[in-house]
């Protein structure tokens, strides 16, 4: 057996590196890194971890399921950090993450978005950050809706009056080669860009939620401004993950 090499041991090497790299790579694209957002992703690992993070300087970080991110939000707290939802929502889980988080990645119906809305007048918060998450490759068995229905959900969004628009989000296939990703990653900005030309974004342009560990480069390239990272800051997860 393979000994796992302790995440602690490398998590300021692994920082650094990433930052280096997206330093090296938006510079290279002729865009400032001051642009970019890292999501550092902690699904799997412990609050300890997640503490270490923050002694490093990370201060947002995402989360894929409300129940796992309950303890260790609770554990952290929020007053340091700010924690992002990037898992798929379901509807009995979405009165727990208006309570719990800071943003919300993943809506992917009107209907969520309706109901995000009743439930922060209910839970009495004035303002819930949202992105839509838009599903480009046609795969109807993951979450995220389709390119023609985001803008109908947009205007949904923006006659929410506590929800605030801030932009879109994909999870594109994997492929081996992740140049391949390039194309949805392109896509995610036309429609981006589109909504805002029609104002959906006011005076902002807003926010692309793309790239991963395997592809944060390319999604650099083409125009992301928070990068979603796990792996390449904390190490590999237990392969059972999601
Ligand atoms: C796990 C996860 C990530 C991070 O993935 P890595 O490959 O570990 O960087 C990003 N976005 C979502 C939605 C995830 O579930």
Known sequence: ?????????????????VLSRIRSHSLAAGRSPDDIKIIAITKTHPADIVRQAID????????????????????????????????????NKARRAVQLFDVIHSVDSESLARRLERLCAEEDRSTMPVLIQVELAGEKTKS????????????VIKSCKRLEFLGLMTLPPFFEDAEQVRPFFRRLRELRDELARKGYFGDSSGELSMGMTHDFEIAIEEGATMLRIGTAIFGEREKNDP
């Open 1 to 17: 057996m393979v000994e796992r090499s302790p995440v602690k041991q490398n998590l300021p090497e692994r920082y650094e590196d």
């Open 144 to 155: 995220g809706l389709p390119e023609e229905k985001v803008e109908e959900v947009a205007a």
């Open 56 to 91: 490093l300087g990370m201060r947002e970080f995402g989360e894929n399921r409300v129940q796992e991110a309950e303890s260790k939000i609770g554990d952290i707290g929020r007053v340091r950090v700010r924690w992002h939802l990037v898992g798929h929502l379901q509807a």
